[in-house]
């Protein structure tokens, strides 16, 4: 999801699966081949976005990056996040 500030490079991720059928509206991303962003992402296949599963890794162990999430795509995802992590 983004570089962390900071001195370190650390970095915010999320997990991609191309298993569809775990999408659940109110907390994960679809990425659909029909998106018109879908070629942008440089996902493969449909894929679904998990925000519940988040890490901070350091950037050394990054192999590959989806290539541009969209800025309105983004906000989506963090306001998704930022609401599911209020109600707790």
């Known amino acids: 999801m983004g570089k962390l500030a900071g001195e370190y490079d650390d970095w ?3 997990m991609i699966s191309s298993q569809a059928h775990q999408y659940a509206a109110w907390f994960y991303e679809i990425v659909q081949q029909s ?3 879908f070629e942008q ?4 296949i449909t894929s679904v976005i998990q925000m519940a599963g988040l890490a901070v ?3 050394d162990i990054l192999l590959s990056l989806i290539r541009a999430i969209p800025s309105e795509r983004l906000k989506r995802i963090r306001k ?3 609401d ?4 707790r």
């Open 12 to 14: 915010l991720i999320c």
């Open 41 to 44: 992402s440089g996902l493969k």
């Open 35 to 37: 998106d018109m962003d």
């Open 80 to 82: 998704n996040l930022v």
């Open 84 to 87: 599911w992590h209020s109600e």
């Open 57 to 59: 890794v350091s950037g």
